[in-house]
Protein backbone atom coordinates (compact mmCIF):
# COMPACT_ATOMS: atom_id res chain seq x y z
CA UNK A 1 0.00 0.00 0.00
CA UNK A 2 1.22 3.55 -1.05
CA UNK A 3 1.17 6.27 1.94
CA UNK A 4 -1.11 8.95 0.27
CA UNK A 5 -1.97 12.30 1.52
CA UNK A 6 -5.48 13.43 0.10
CA UNK A 7 -5.94 16.60 -0.51
CA UNK A 8 -8.22 16.74 2.62
CA UNK A 9 -6.24 15.66 4.98
CA UNK A 10 -4.00 18.69 4.24
CA UNK A 11 -6.56 20.73 4.81
CA UNK A 12 -7.07 19.21 7.89
CA UNK A 13 -3.49 19.55 8.91
CA UNK A 14 -3.32 23.54 7.78
CA UNK A 15 -6.39 24.20 9.97
CA UNK A 16 -4.30 22.71 12.75
CA UNK A 17 -1.52 24.14 11.68
CA UNK A 18 -3.24 27.59 11.81
CA UNK A 19 -5.24 26.96 15.29
CA UNK A 20 -1.91 25.70 16.66
CA UNK A 21 0.96 27.96 15.41
CA UNK A 22 2.17 30.44 18.44
CA UNK A 23 4.78 32.42 18.16
CA UNK A 24 8.29 31.59 18.18
CA UNK A 25 7.83 28.22 18.20
CA UNK A 26 7.85 25.00 16.10
CA UNK A 27 5.93 22.25 14.77
CA UNK A 28 6.71 19.12 13.62
CA UNK A 29 5.11 17.16 10.65
CA UNK A 30 6.30 14.28 8.96
CA UNK A 31 4.69 13.09 5.48
CA UNK A 32 5.74 9.95 3.29
CA UNK A 33 7.75 12.06 0.54
CA UNK A 34 9.12 14.85 -1.12
CA UNK A 35 5.63 15.51 -3.72
CA UNK A 36 3.40 15.04 -0.27
CA UNK A 37 6.19 17.42 1.50
CA UNK A 38 5.67 20.01 -1.70
CA UNK A 39 1.83 20.01 -1.76
CA UNK A 40 1.52 20.63 2.15
CA UNK A 41 4.40 23.88 1.80
CA UNK A 42 2.30 25.37 -0.91
CA UNK A 43 -0.92 25.04 0.97
CA UNK A 44 0.75 27.00 4.11
CA UNK A 45 2.91 28.97 2.20
CA UNK A 46 1.64 32.51 1.73
CA UNK A 47 -1.37 32.46 3.51
CA UNK A 48 -2.58 35.13 6.11
CA UNK A 49 -2.33 33.33 9.23
CA UNK A 50 -2.93 34.70 12.57
CA UNK A 51 1.19 34.02 13.27
CA UNK A 52 3.43 33.94 10.70
CA UNK A 53 4.74 30.72 9.12
CA UNK A 54 8.67 30.01 8.59
CA UNK A 55 7.65 26.55 6.45
CA UNK A 56 11.08 24.31 5.52
CA UNK A 57 11.66 21.03 4.16
CA UNK A 58 13.56 18.25 5.63
CA UNK A 59 14.17 15.72 2.83
CA UNK A 60 17.24 13.96 1.32
CA UNK A 61 16.97 16.09 -1.79
CA UNK A 62 16.66 19.18 0.15
CA UNK A 63 20.30 20.48 -0.22
CA UNK A 64 22.19 20.12 3.25
CA UNK A 65 21.98 24.34 3.79
CA UNK A 66 18.41 24.42 3.27
CA UNK A 67 17.78 21.51 6.13
CA UNK A 68 20.06 23.49 8.66
CA UNK A 69 18.37 26.22 8.40
CA UNK A 70 15.20 23.45 10.51
CA UNK A 71 17.58 23.73 13.32
CA UNK A 72 17.76 27.19 14.18
CA UNK A 73 15.45 28.95 16.24
CA UNK A 74 12.30 30.11 14.08
CA UNK A 75 12.46 33.36 12.59
CA UNK A 76 11.45 36.19 15.20
CA UNK A 77 7.81 36.75 15.60
CA UNK A 78 7.11 33.18 13.57
CA UNK A 79 5.76 29.40 13.85
CA UNK A 80 8.66 27.70 12.15
CA UNK A 81 6.90 24.18 10.41
Known amino acids: VKPEVSPELRKVICE???KMCQPDSCILIFLPG???IGA??????GKNTP???QVLVLH???PKEEQDLAMQPALAGHCKI
Open 40 to 45: LQDDLD
Open 16 to 18: AVW
Open 60 to 62: SLV
Open 51 to 53: VPL
Open 34 to 36: IGE
